[in-house]
């Protein structure tokens, strides 16, 4: 069974900085590409940045370049998300996705998710 599990959200002040953890079992980590989506209620979810299953390419929505990155360990089958500078528009939960298919940035596009971690950023 596959299981994405996220974690490392919690309140942050304005201006902060949070690093998210995405866990992953029951899949061949390795060779999947892992995403960050967004979504505040009611609202489509908002890609926020990937990286390839090798870790040598990411992307990032353009809301976050600069202030965010992502990364991975293989090794340990988790990819990060560090938030730098984080604004009050920040504040939503945080889902982290895996897939196969490099440059995907549509929700309906990956294959398996995990459960989100709340993030929010006070002003």
């Known amino acids: 069974q596959v299981q994405l599990v996220e974690s490392g959200g919690t309140l942050v002040q304005a201006g902060g900085s949070l690093r998210l953890s995405c866990s992953a079992s029951?899949?061949?980590?390795?060779?999947?590409?892992i995403a960050w989506f967004r979504q505040d209620p009611g609202k489509e979810r908002e890609f926020v940045a990937v990286?390839?299953?090798?870790?040598?390419?990411?992307d990032y929505a353009d809301s976050v370049k600069g202030r965010f990155t992502i990364s991975r360990d293989n090794a340990k089958k988790t990819v990060y998300l560090q938030m730098n500078s984080l604004k009050p528009e920040d504040t939503t939960v945080y889902y982290c996705?895996?897939?196969?298919?490099?440059?995907?940035?549509?929700?309906?596009?990956?294959?398996?998710w995990g459960q989100g971690t709340q993030v929010t950023v006070s002003s």
């Open positions: 996705a895996a897939n196969r298919a490099w440059g995907m940035k549509l929700n309906g596009q990956y294959d398996y």
């Open positions: 029951g899949l061949p980590f390795g060779t999947y590409n």
């Open positions: 990286i390839s299953w090798t870790g040598g390419r990411s």
